[in-house]
């Protein structure tokens, strides 16, 4: 820091005063002024460079506020190391706030390091201002293209070209707007490299001009920037469950699509009464990534699950994807209450499909009918259907006696008496004509009345 203050001469140009009531302004040191002053004005903020160039000029600006119920009209200064170098008289209206800009020329400003501020009567704010020459960017070593989306890293080679050690901010600026800033301090004609990393989230395809600038110098390249590829959706978990029958011991799925791998699990119908853990009865083996067809899902095998073997009834299981999610090849989720390898879901609901499931039945064996002695269209020996024994007619009469009986000495009008032979009928040992011998068969239909004996 220069030794004689009394050399610094700072020229100022003008200064202007103007209303606003959007603050904008870097943070700064603030003196302890009267809060309890109403009507005094207040510095709330001060904006001004960290350093200048010698023989340049600068803007220092102010905000003062009045925060009391009255108009309030002050003289606001600006000093340099102490020195009183402008005033300004501010008038503020109550409740409001001003701008005050003092334009500051550095010419004849020995290179160093200075405090300066603005102060009101009863409050103040300071700075430091730095009067060097701007560090150089010698180099920039940054991409050409680069996608949407990717970082991207850019170093720049800066040298401070004062006699003394000097801090200066160093900035990465992308389309102008300022992405990223360092303060940097180098010794005399010291150069160091300075990287810089950012993200290009949201940046559209396009060609962009990007660089690194100190405060009077800088290095700009172009950066081509192409659009991301666009990913593909991941493919959905989905299941599919066909009514069918089952032997009680397994079911087989349909298909299941396991974008990353997993099982498929069957519930029983408890499910649908939110007994989530406990309605497991069945699990796959463990299925990679991808579409499987015809899994066979063995049921009352889930480690945990119910201690049975079999489904005894019909009801109505459903299917379920369920993913592996601690990665051990096992089906954790009854034994961990639902908390490890749990089911895929879509839009917040678990990924199911439901089936009617039969449990079949054997059909008891038909039993063959008992076999009679004389089946249809059968035969004893000596006998036919319609059979006539010797002497007798299929109506079967005993020797001497017809089916519809006679007691000796009677006869029935239109029957024959003993010794008389009755037209178209044969006497004994002679054949009726279509009538068969003993020991002949007819195909005559057999009745219901001839599969019961007669009398012997």
């Known amino acids: ?50 350093s200048a ?8 600006t102010a905000t003062v506020e009045n925060p009391g119920t009255t108009q309030t009209t002050e003289s606001v200064e600006f000093r340099l190391e102490g ?3 402008d005033r300004q008289t501010v008038t503020v209206d109550a409740g409001e706030r001003s701008t005050v800009t003092f334009e500051v020329n550095t010419t004849g400003v020995e290179p160093g390091e200075y405090l300066h501020g603005v102060l009101t009567e009863s409050d103040g704010a300071f700075e430091t201002l730095t009067v060097s020459e701007s560090f150089t960017v010698d180099e920039l070593d940054a991409p050409e293209t680069a996608t949407s989306g990717d970082n991207v890293s850019v170093t720049a080679t800066v040298t401070n070209p004062n006699e003394d050690n000097t801090t200066q901010n160093v900035q990465f600026r992308f389309a102008g707007g300022l992405l990223a800033q360092e303060s940097v301090t180098l010794d005399a004609d010291e150069s160091t490299d300075v990287t810089f990393n950012a993200t290009l989230a949201g940046v559209a395809e396009g060609t962009y001009i990007h660089g690194v600038l100190t405060r009077d110098s800088g290095q700009l390249a172009t950066l081509d920037v192409e659009a991301a590829n666009e990913t593909e959706e991941p493919e959905p978990a989905t299941v599919s469950f066909s009514d069918q029958e089952s032997d009680g011991t397994s079911v087989v799925v349909d298909s299941a699509t396991l974008p990353e791998g997993g099982f498929v699990t069957i519930h029983d119908s408890t499910l649908l009464d939110e007994n989530v853990v406990g309605s497991v009865i069945g699990v796959s083996e463990p299925l990679s990534p991808g579409l499987h067809e015809n899994v066979t899902v063995d049921l009352f095998t889930v480690p945990g699950g119910p201690n049975q073997t079999e489904l005894n009834e019909s009801d109505t299981l459903i299917a379920m994807p369920h993913l592996d999610t601690n990665m051990n090849g096992m089906y954790d989720f009854v034994v961990s209450e639902g908390m490890e390898d749990g089911p895929y879901v879509d839009n917040g ?22 076999e009679m002695n004389e089946t249809n269209e059968t035969e004893a020996p000596g006998e036919t259907n ?19 009986t006679e007691t000796p000495g009677e006869e029935e009008t239109g029957e024959t008496t003993p010794g008389e032979e009755e037209p178209g009928e044969a006497t004994p040992g002679e ?3 279509g009538e068969a011998t003993p020991g002949e068969e007819t195909d005559t239909e ?11």
Not at 2 to 28: K, Q, Y
Not at 386 to 404: L, R, V
Not at 446 to 456: K, M, N, W
């Open 1 to 50: 820091m220069p030794s004689d203050r009394t050399t610094v001469a700072v020229l100022l140009a003008a200064v202007v005063v103007c209303s606003s009531f959007a603050i904008a302004g870097a943070a700064s040191s603030h003196t302890a002024g009267n809060d309890s002053t109403n009507d005094q004005l207040m510095v709330v903020s001060l904006t001004a460079p960290d």
């Open 53 to 60: 160039a010698p023989d340049s000029t600068v803007d220092v």
């Open 83 to 85: 020195t009183v170098v």
């Open 349 to 370: 609901s678990a990924v199911t499909d439901a089936a009617n499931v039969t449990v079949g039945m054997e059909e008891p064996n038909e039993t063959a009918p008992p």
């Open 386 to 404: 319609e059979t006539e024994a010797p002497g007798e007619t299929n109506e079967t009469e005993t020797p001497g006696e017809t089916n519809e």
């Open 431 to 433: 054949e009726e004509p």
């Open 446 to 456: 057999t009745t219901v009345e001839s599969l019961v004996p007669g009398p012997f």
